[in-house]
């Protein structure tokens, strides 16, 4: 059960840092490069955090 | 070498000869040098030829896989950006860039395809018992099939994001004016770049890894196991936990002033 939660929930936060990613190209496009440069560190760090938690899921199944 | 040969001219006929076709129409050329308009436009041609008629496997990749494509796109990289976004059609883009991976793949598997013939033939074919599958197999290629479906979902979702988005291009157009293109452009250079790094750090090494049984990557996941037995994370789960949520506040008090 753990194991179904860290992975929905890693790969939740690995395609909704996409969500982040758009947001920043839509803050350089309106030249708002501190919001941009801000919401790649959010993209980035969420993205990291899902690494993490795929990397807890995949030890859960050995 | 015929079919690389036929795809080779089709994409010459899309990328070069019919925007020159198109920019002659709409008198886009006057001013430029003729002979230097002829020796861009035909060396492809020559690219092209070079290469089908290498024997040196080689040769024929370093004509067919590079000097073919970088001449192809040579003309329009040296015509004026104005010129290019007036004259070519938007559309147009898109049938040369399927044109060129279709050329590269015929290419390559020409070359395969040659490859093989020069080996010879293969002193017995036996077939391989069919077994199931095992679980363990099956699970890994799930992981690979998904880290090829990221590979592409997420370079593809950002470029349309920046290509694509007629919000983003009227964000550009309003901040940038005149040189809105070029901002795009160069938008689209920084999320190339930005998924070179992410695919490097997320994908690739991580992969490379596992394939090579790295014996890093097994003290890692030794590791890591330890670490789950405690049932926490690694410190650097809850850092980027605060650094996600510390960028966020920041960005919610900088778009509140």
Same mark, same amino acid.
């Given at each position: 059960?753990?194991?179904?939660?860290?992975?929905?929930?890693?790969?939740?936060?690995?395609?909704?840092?996409?969500?982040?990613?758009?947001?920043?190209?839509?803050?350089?496009?309106?030249?708002?490069?501190?919001?941009?440069?801000?919401?790649?560190?959010?993209?980035?760090?969420?993205?990291?955090?899902?690494?993490?938690?795929?990397?807890?899921?995949?030890?859960?199944?050995? | 070498?015929?079919?690389?040969l036929a795809l080779g001219i089709n994409l010459w006929i899309v990328a070069v000869a019919l925007p020159l076709g198109l920019?002659?129409?709409?008198?886009?050329?006057?001013?430029?040098?003729? *002979? /230097?308009?002829?020796? @861009?436009s035909l060396?492809p041609l020559?690219?092209l +030829? =070079?290469?089908? $008629?290498?024997?040196? #496997? %080689?040769?024929?990749?370093?004509?067919?896989?590079?000097?073919?494509?970088?001449?192809i796109?040579?003309p329009?990289?040296?015509?004026?950006?104005?010129?290019?976004?007036?004259?070519v059609?938007?559309?147009a883009?898109?049938l040369a860039?399927?044109s060129l991976?279709a050329f590269?793949?015929?290419?390559?598997?020409?070359?395969?395809?040659?490859?093989?013939?020069?080996?010879?033939?293969?002193?017995?074919?036996?077939?391989?018992?069919?077994?199931?599958?095992?679980?363990?197999?099956?699970?890994?290629?799930?992981?690979?099939?998904? *880290? /090829?479906?990221?590979? @592409?979902?997420?370079?593809?979702?950002?470029?349309? +994001? =920046?290509?694509? $988005?007629?919000?983003? #291009? %009227?964000?550009?157009?309003?901040?940038?004016?005149?040189?809105?293109?070029?901002?795009?452009?160069?938008?689209?250079?920084?999320?190339?770049?930005?998924?070179?790094?992410?695919?490097?750090?997320?994908?690739?090494?991580?992969?490379?890894?596992?394939?090579?049984?790295?014996?890093?990557?097994?003290?890692?996941?030794?590791?890591?196991?330890?670490?789950?037995?405690?049932?926490?994370?690694?410190?650097?789960?809850?850092?980027?936990?605060?650094?996600?949520?510390?960028?966020?506040?920041?960005?919610?008090?900088?778009?509140?002033?």
């Amino acid at each position: 059960m753990r194991k179904y939660f860290f992975e929905g929930l890693a790969l939740l936060l690995i395609l909704g840092s996409l969500g982040f990613f758009f947001e920043c190209v839509h803050y350089l496009g309106k030249r708002d490069y501190v919001a941009a440069i801000l919401l790649l560190f959010v993209g980035v760090s969420v993205i990291h955090v899902g690494a993490e938690l795929a990397r807890l899921a995949l030890v859960e199944r050995d | 070498m015929a079919l690389p040969l036929a795809l080779g001219i089709n994409l010459w006929i899309v990328a070069v000869a019919l925007p020159l076709g198109l920019a002659a129409h709409a008198r886009a050329l006057a001013g430029a040098n003729i *002979l /230097a308009i002829t020796v @861009v436009s035909l060396a492809p041609l020559v690219a092209l +030829a =070079v290469g089908v $008629s290498q024997k040196r #496997a %080689a040769g024929q990749a370093l004509a067919l896989l590079v000097g073919f494509p970088v001449l192809i796109v040579a003309p329009q990289a040296l015509a004026a950006a104005e010129v290019t976004a007036r004259v070519v059609p938007s559309v147009a883009m898109v049938l040369a860039a399927a044109s060129l991976l279709a050329f590269l793949v015929a290419v390559a598997q020409a070359q395969t395809r040659a490859e093989r013939l020069a080996e010879g033939p293969p002193a017995a074919v036996r077939r391989l018992a069919q077994d199931p599958v095992p679980s363990r197999w099956r699970r890994r290629l799930r992981v690979y099939r998904g *880290l /090829a479906a990221v590979a @592409v979902l997420f370079p593809a979702a950002l470029l349309a +994001a =920046v290509d694509l $988005s007629p919000s983003f #291009a %009227a964000s550009l157009e309003s901040s940038f004016g005149a040189q809105a293109a070029r901002a795009q452009a160069l938008a689209t250079v920084g999320v190339g770049l930005l998924w070179i790094v992410l695919l490097r750090a997320y994908v690739l090494q991580p992969l490379h890894g596992h394939l090579q049984h790295d014996r890093d990557l097994l003290a890692a996941m030794e590791a890591d196991r330890r670490h789950a037995r405690h049932g926490r994370p690694r410190p650097a789960f809850y850092l980027a936990v605060f650094v996600a949520l510390a960028a966020m506040v920041a960005v919610v008090l900088q778009r509140a002033k």
